[in-house]
């Protein structure tokens, strides 16, 4: 977990209301990723980033929004959090396209 | 949707035994990387091939890639009770390029 913090570590919210996971890293790599975890599905990527505001969709986006105003800070926002998005989220960065990533501690949030 | 997907689920070995896990995939892929995940923590990078590659070592580790078959094996000699853990590939497809797709995991449990 070196280098990349995620916060909060916990959070509990309810449905209908905005939530940000803030991921911020002192490794100064290119890329950053959001992915979540649920039982039976392993992690999914939700979005990514290339670089200061240059971001993309991944395989479960909707619902999601992520920003990137500086290098070392990747924000994802729910919106109008759901029940379908409790969930553990965790966030990864990497040096290179495609190169081995490293996690932070990851986010557990609940949405009642 | 899931491009990996390891088999088996589950295993359960004594300490000192080999523990080996399988990874098949569907597409043509860049890299495959193997990723280590404690109970309640982020995941951990393990080890890397590249689809010119067959096999690599690292330590206890051995991972082989057969790209004709489009599978991978991971195979952990002389295991540990601290080796339990859940264990994922992750493919990066050729197409895509830059993010990692996640299996679903294989649960390894080693009892002392």
């Known amino acids: 977990d070196a280098g990349i913090t995620q916060s909060p570590r916990h959070k509990v919210t309810e449905t209908g209301t905005p939530v940000t996971l803030r991921c911020h890293q002192t490794?100064?790599?290119?890329?950053m990723y959001w992915y979540r975890q649920d039982p039976g599905h392993g992690l999914r990527l939700i979005h990514y980033?290339?670089?200061?505001?240059?971001?993309d969709k991944g395989e479960v986006s909707d619902g999601y929004s992520v920003s990137r105003s500086k290098t070392e800070d990747f924000l994802l926002t729910l919106e109008s959090a759901t029940s379908s998005q409790t969930s553990v989220y965790f966030c990864a960065i990497s040096e290179s396209s495609g190169g081995e990533q490293f996690f932070g501690p990851g986010t557990r949030l609940t949405v009642l | 949707s899931q491009q990996g997907e390891e088999d088996p689920q589950a295993l359960s070995i004594q300490e000192g035994e080999n523990a080996t896990m399988n990874c098949s995939y569907k597409?043509?892929?860049?890299?495959l990387q193997w990723y280590r995940q404690n109970s309640g923590r982020g995941l951990v990078h393990l080890i890397l091939?590249?689809?010119?590659?067959r096999e690599k070592h690292s330590g206890r580790l051995r991972v082989t890639l057969d790209t004709s078959k489009k599978s991978s094996s991971l195979l952990i000699t002389a295991s540990r009770a601290a080796d339990t853990a859940s264990y994922f590939c992750?493919?990066?497809?050729?197409?895509?390029?830059?993010?990692?797709?996640f299996g679903k995991g294989t649960t390894l449990s080693v009892s002392s």
């Open positions: 597409t043509s892929i860049n890299n």
């Open positions: 992750a493919t990066v497809d050729n197409q895509a390029g830059t993010a990692l797709i």
């Open positions: 091939i590249r689809s010119n590659e």
């Open positions: 490794e100064n790599h290119r890329y």
């Open positions: 980033s290339y670089g200061v505001k240059d971001t």
